[in-house]
């Protein structure tokens, strides 16, 4: 048993068991992760997953640090390259988040510790998790804050809703439904997983 989200694609359905809601720290994971949610607004997150890989080879697979140095030359390549979506604000928001990203990882210690800060506390989560309910929120006090916090640093396509997709696929939330057989796995996961702290 599976969301419902994820519905017959071979892909979406490898996604769904194996990556979304399962918790993630690793920075440039995290950086990927927000850059493809800024990529995916007004789009279906299967289109984006369907291109992640040219994304990926890209954008350097996300190395932030690296993209940092990147000017308006290569926003001109990758306004060329017919394997990514090619949107300049998108692609100018990478290389300004990923200077951005780099002030987040020297103030907090890491992304991880950043992000992970916003995690909502079980007890404020609600007790069941049906389909349409969690298909109905589309974000929380907590989504909100974290776009606040990264808006008021100069983070670019990243609103609340933005914000809350972040955290449903990067396990700060577990929003498998009910019925999902991975909720189960997921929640262990998130059990064994320690939580990073900024320094």
């Not at 001109?76 to 002030?103: P, T, Y």
């Amino acid at each position: 048993m599976r969301c419902r989200w994820c519905g017959d694609d071979d892909q979406y359905q490898t996604y769904h068991d194996v990556e979304w809601g399962f918790p993630v720290d690793d920075d440039q994971k995290l950086f990927e992760k927000l850059s493809l949610e800024g990529f995916q607004s007004g789009l279906s997150w299967l289109t984006i997953l369907r291109k992640r890989e040219n994304f990926r080879q890209a954008f350097v697979d996300f190395d932030f640090d690296r993209i940092a140095g990147w000017n308006e030359r290569s926003v001109l390549r990758l306004l060329k390259d017919a394997g990514i979506v090619r949107h300049r604000g998108k692609i100018e928001a990478v290389l300004s988040n990923a200077r951005l990203a780099r002030d987040l990882r020297t103030d907090f210690g890491s992304l991880g510790a950043f992000f992970w800060s916003f995690e909502p506390d079980d007890a404020d989560r609600p007790t069941k998790f049906d389909e349409k309910s969690l298909v109905a929120q589309s974000q929380t006090s907590e989504s909100k804050a974290m776009s606040k916090a990264l808006k008021k640093r100069g983070f670019r396509f990243i609103g609340p809703t933005t914000a809350y997709a972040f955290m449903q696929s990067m396990g700060i939330v577990n929003d498998h439904a009910e019925h999902c057989d991975t909720r189960a796995v997921v929640d262990r996961s998130r059990r064994r997983f320690s939580r990073p702290k900024p320094r």
